[in-house]
């Protein structure tokens, strides 16, 4: 199939080319609205008992929840002072009634709510947003905030969607100055790598193109389900990330075919394209695929934020991939030698075997010693990953801001100047008489930690419904384990009569962890069985795609390791600029996992099909691993360059959980293509042999007559089995249909 593309690219590129590009302008025009359709919420399970209670205390009593902290502060005057109260009064009156549910100001709470600083000079109005979901509230704050400004004094906004709001806007900016960093960074490592102006400028091409397109997509998904604004930046980051991979092997390859071929034969471009698509272009597609894979198994999760990202992922991917096996060989058919125009100083020809065959004098000498090499490799890899034991999961807080943002800087305002921080949870009676709520609220009182409950509307303010509205408060941060155990020893109290709910941020990051605790595996054996499933339709062994998931998990877990030894235990933080906040997002593994497992093995898909290769070649496992490792030894180190400088653009980011994702998938990217690549691989291909070949005697059966094998057209003047190869003669001490 890929082989007949080559010809049609081959006879046709002009036609491709053309048609490309059409696509890649109407993609960007229809792109272009794409931020207009996406949503800001999206990270709550709506079959959570937080979800569900918040929906119940809606419908019967309007939300209730403290939304907004607006926090009015005046070094002069003091709260009561009449200037002070009357500069608030007007913000509190001019409130818009649709944009809100409830407000309630320092002066008319009372003396002893807590909502005046202890030296009197800044006080507090806290505000319930109106809406139905999390873009709801999201909206009305962005509307709100400027009204809340009180003429005269500072004015401060923090609570959960102050905080939602500032992570959207600085994530916005880091994106953009993120790919304004990164892609003319990757047009000079290009430059560097392969020496012509022109052929550097193809990886930005690709990504140019795979961002265009995937924008597009995800504007056609948005049109059917919810989409989160936050799949943009997987978008960029996955859509330059791998067209840079992609670009970078087809390149490489095209300008390898191209080398072997007559000057003067003027059907060398054909050829080099028909074999680049057969080798290079088979390659990419089947790491599109399995990165496709990957990002796919995010779907599994009810949390609108991790699907949207699975959204972005495959599409960025997927275009990636389209851009790669169409327009990019397109351009090299018709720039043919001219790939190498603008040639540097320092670049020559055969500069790709430059390198003097250092990568396979390693795999030689990896191979000499195989056991030692894998022990001594894992033990360190184990060593690595190993604060990942003690990981601690909870979700956003104001920490995952910079300090200088303003929710951060207000929330910090309100421990120093109101004391320390408490927590709270929403408690939901329906079916309870007085009695039973009495009753009821003295054992969550019992609850060790619980400072006080109380209610916060009756039956009487119920619409239609016999409902207690409770409040439960306690010392602490509200992601603390502490809190996430207050909640489920609140949720073991059972009313005599009628029944619960419990909400609130505390209960929600107790829900959030345990929806992606159940849904961890489901992920998991997707993930799995389709790499399975790609790595053997691609290489015909049931034994390598079982030992490239091990191996990249061995990268995956350190990278987890090194996150939590950082962001958790908070080591590296005035290095990194980042406040710690003691325990991990719970949704940023599972985001980093998918891309981590994708990324992992376009790097072992590219290894492994130059090891077929050169096994379908001779018939040597060894001389098959060291060719391979050889062959695409300074191809995967710049490819990881390359990608390393996209990664650290984001890893600049001001977001704690942005940050994040960029240092674990550097850390997990250089280990995979250091470690895992030129150690791991050369030595456990090496201890199993033959063995990494077998496949049962249907599957290999099979695979001979459905499976994509590379059939290369033949270089004029050499066999079609000088370069290619028959299958290699077969050991009398193993079944012939076994090994492939």
Do not use: C
Not at 11 to 26: E, I, N, P
């Amino acid at each position: 199939m890929i082989d007949r593309w080559g010809r049609v690219v081959a006879h046709h590129a002009v036609t491709v080319l053309l048609l490309g590009l059409v696509l890649t302008l109407a993609a960007g025009a229809y792109g272009a609205g794409v931020f207009d359709s996406l949503e800001q919420g999206g990270f709550d399970d709506a079959s959570s008992e937080t979800a569900r209670e918040l929906v119940a205390e809606r419908e019967l009593f309007g939300n209730r929840t403290v939304d907004v902290v607006a926090v009015y502060s005046d070094e002069d005057r003091v709260a009561t002072d009449r200037g002070f109260r009357s500069a608030v009064q007007d913000v509190v009156e001019a409130v818009p009634a649709d944009l809100v549910t409830q407000v309630v100001p320092y002066y008319a709470a009372g003396p002893d709510s807590g909502l005046v600083s202890t030296d009197g000079h800044h006080a507090q109005v806290l505000v319930s947003l109106a809406g139905e979901s999390q873009d709801d509230f999201l909206s009305a704050y962005d509307e709100l905030a400027p009204l809340l400004e009180a003429d005269g004094l500072e004015t401060g906004l923090t609570g959960s969607y102050a905080v939602y709001s500032d992570v959207n806007e600085i994530t916005s900016d880091d994106l953009k100055r993120a790919e304004l960093v990164s892609l003319p960074l990757v047009v000079l490592l290009a430059l560097l790598i392969f020496g012509s102006v022109v052929a550097a400028l193809m990886p930005a091409m690709v990504g140019l193109v795979a961002m265009l397109g995937a924008l597009a997509v995800v504007r056609v998904i948005a049109g059917f389900t919810d989409v989160s604004v936050f799949s943009v930046n997987i978008i960029s980051l996955l859509g330059i990330g791998l067209a840079i991979d992609y670009a970078l092997f087809v390149v490489s390859r095209f300008r390898e075919e191209l080398a072997t071929l007559p000057l003067d034969d003027p059907d060398a471009v054909p050829t080099a394209i028909r074999r680049t698509m057969a080798t290079a272009g088979r390659t990419v597609m089947f790491s599109g695929l399995t990165v496709a894979a990957a990002m796919s198994s995010l779907l599994v999760f009810p949390q609108g934020f991790l699907r949207s990202m699975g959204y972005g992922g495959i599409a960025a991917v997927v275009v990636a991939m389209l851009a790669a096996l169409t327009v990019l060989p397109a351009v090299l058919r018709l720039l043919g030698r001219r790939v190498d125009a603008g040639r540097m100083p320092w670049r020559r020809a055969g500069a790709e075997a430059a390198d003097g065959g250092r990568w396979a004098a390693l795999a030689h000498a990896v191979m000499r010693r195989p056991v030692a090499v894998i022990a001594v490799t894992v033990v360190v890899l184990l060593a690595i990953a190993s604060p990942f034991l003690g990981v601690r999961w909870g979700s956003v807080d104001h920490r995952v801001l910079p300090d200088d943002a303003p929710a951060h800087q207000t929330a910090e305002l309100l421990i120093d100047e109101f004391g320390p921080e408490t927590s709270s949870a929403t408690l939901l009676l329906r079916g309870s008489d007085d009695g039973d709520v009495a009753s009821y609220a003295a054992a969550v009182q019992q609850v060790d930690g619980v400072l006080a409950v109380e209610t916060v509307a009756g039956p009487d303010e119920a619409r239609g419904g016999d409902a207690t509205l409770l409040r439960a408060t306690w010392a602490g941060n509200s992601q603390t384990e502490r809190s996430q155990e207050i909640v489920r020893e609140l949720r073991a109290v059972d009313p005599a009569t009628g029944s619960a709910l419990v909400g609130g941020l505390s209960a929600d990051t107790v829900d959030l962890v345990d929806s992606v605790g159940a849904h961890l595996p489901w992920m998991g054996l997707i993930v799995v069985v389709v790499m399975l499933v790609l790595l053997f339709v691609a290489f015909g062994s049931v034994v390598l795609p079982l030992k490239a998931v091990v191996m990249n998990l061995f990268s995956i877990t350190a990278a987890f390791g090194v996150v939590t030894w950082i962001f958790s235990d908070g080591n590296l933080a005035d290095l990194l600029g980042f406040t710690p906040q003691g325990f991990l997002d719970a949704t940023n593994p599972i985001l980093m996992l998918a891309i981590l497992f994708g990324l992992s093995m376009d790097y072992e898909v590219f290894l492994l099909s130059r090891v077929r290769e050169e096994w379908d070649r001779t018939g040597d496992n060894d001389l098959a691993v060291a060719a391979g490792v050889q062959k695409t030894g300074r191809i995967i180190t710049s490819a990881a360059l390359l990608l390393g400088v996209v990664i650290g653009a984001f890893g600049m980011s001001g977001i704690v959980f942005m940050k994040m994702l960029g240092v674990g998938m550097l850390v997990a990217l250089l280990i995979d293509a250091t470690v895992v690549r030129a150690l791991l691989v050369p030595a456990t291909m090496k201890l199993l042999g033959r063995w990494n070949w077998y496949a049962p005697a249907p599957l290999a059966s099979w695979w001979r007559r459905h499976g994509f094998r590379d059939e290369l057209p033949p270089v004029p003047g050499e066999s079609p089995g000088e370069r290619q190869g028959e299958p290699p003669v077969q050991s009398p001490r193993e079944p012939a249909a076994h090994v492939v």
